[in-house]
C-alpha cells in the first residue's frame, strides 16, 4: 500500500520537470478519487440504515475497514514514541466521532444538505491556515457555491440533523489535521489501520446497544463491508498519503467539491435529481477548488521552470 509519487527523494527535489509535475498533481489526484469512493459509499450506506441502524451502520463500517486494514499493513507495535501513540489514538477518535456524527446526521436529513453542511468544517480550516489572500476568495466562492447546493438556506431541515452534520464537519477539519500528522509519524498506512482499530473500539459499544443482533445479520454483514471499503479503506488511505505532501489549505479547499460528489452519487443510486441551480452551484464549487489547487500549486513553482498542466 505504498505510493512512490508522495514521497520526496533528493533526486526529485532537483529535478525541475517531470518528477515535479508528478508529485504536485499525484496528491489530487488521490483526493479526487477518495472523494468519488467516499459519496457512493454514503449513498450505499443511506440504503443500509433502515437495516441497521445509523450507529450499527457506523459500526460495521468502521469494524471492517479496520479488519481490512490490519491485515492488510500488519502495522508494528513496538517501536514508537508516547507523541506517536498519543497522535494515533488522538486521530482515531476523531474517525470514529466523524463517521458516528455524519451517519446520525444523514439518518435526519437528506444525503446533499448533510454534506453541504459538514464540509464547512475543512472550509474554515483553509481559511484559518492558508497564507494568500487568494485562497481566502476561493474559499468564499466555495463556500457560496456550498450554500446556493443546499437551496439558498436550511430554515426547514431538522435542526438536530443540521447540529450533527455541522459537528461532523468540525471532526472533518481535525481528520484533515491529524490524518497529516499520523502520515509523518508512520510508515505507509501504519497509523491509518491502528487509528481505524481506535475508532471501530470508540464506536462498537454504542453500535451495539443500537442495533444488537442486527449486526450479525449476513446480509447486513456483506453491505456494511462494501460500505467500508468505499467509504473507510480507500478514501483514508488515499487521504492519508496524498496528505504526506498536499499542504492542508488546498487539501481542505479540494473538499468543497464533496457536495457535487455527494450529489451525484445521489442521483445514481439514490434517484436523487438536480435543478438548474444545484447545478450552477456544483459548476461554482468545482471552479472553485480548481482555482484553489492551481493557485497552491503555481506558487510552488514560482523558482521553476514553466511546465505546461
Known amino acids: 500500500m505504498t505510493s512512490p509519487s508522495t514521497t520526496t527523494s533528493p533526486s526529485a527535489v532537483h529535478t525541475p520537470t517531470a518528477p515535479h509535475r508528478r508529485g504536485s498533481l499525484g496528491p489530487v489526484g488521490l483526493v479526487l478519487a477518495g472523494g468519488v469512493s467516499v459519496q457512493f459509499g454514503a449513498a450505499l450506506a443511506v440504503n443500509l440504515m433502515p437495516r441497521a441502524g445509523a450507529l450499527g451502520v457506523v459500526t460495521l463500517r468502521l469494524l471492517a475497514a479496520a479488519v481490512v ?4 499493513c500488519r502495522p508494528r507495535l513496538r517501536g514508537h514514541s508516547r507523541t506517536d501513540w498519543g497522535t494515533v489514538i488522538v486521530f482515531g477518535v476523531t474517525l470514529g466521532t466523524m463517521n458516528g456524527l455524519f451517519y446520525q446526521a444523514v439518518d435526519r436529513i437528506p444525503l446533499g444538505p448533510a454534506v453541504t453542511l459538514e464540509v464547512l468544517g475543512p472550509l474554515a480550516l483553509s481559511v484559518l491556515t492558508s497564507r494568500r489572500a487568494l485562497n481566502v476568495v476561493w474559499a468564499g466562492l466555495a463556500l457560496t457555491g456550498v450554500f446556493l447546493l443546499g437551496g439558498g438556506g436550511f430554515d426547514g431541515l431538522d435542526p438536530l440533523g443540521v447540529a450533527f452534520a455541522l459537528g461532523a464537519g468540525a471532526m472533518w477539519a481535525a481528520y484533515i489535521v491529524f490524518s497529516a500528522r499520523t502520515g509523518r509519524r508512520f510508515p505507509q498506512a501504519d497509523g491509518l489501520a491502528l ?96 482555482g484553489a489547487v492551481r493557485t497552491q500549486v503555481g506558487r510552488g513553482r514560482a523558482k521553476a521552470p514553466e511546465v505546461d498542466f
Do not use: H, N
Open 69 to 72: 486494514l490490519l491485515l492488510v
Open 195 to 290: 487509528a481505524m482499530a481506535v475508532g471501530a473500539l470508540l464506536m462498537l459499544p454504542l453500535g451495539i446497544a443500537e442495533s444488537g443482533a442486527k449486526l450479525i445479520d449476513p446480509t447486513t454483514i456483506a453491505l456494511g463491508s462494501a460500505v467500508a471499503i468505499m467509504s473507510s479503506v480507500l478514501p483514508y488511505t488515499l487521504e492519508l498519503l496524498a496528505l504526506r505532501s498536499l499542504p492542508a489549505s488546498t487539501f481542505a479547499i479540494m473538499m468543497s467539491l464533496e457536495p457535487a460528489l455527494a450529489a451525484t452519487a445521489g442521483f445514481l443510486i439514490l434517484g436523487q435529481s438536480l435543478s438548474a441551480w444545484q447545478a450552477a452551484a456544483i459548476a461554482l464549487v468545482i471552479g472553485a477548488s480548481m
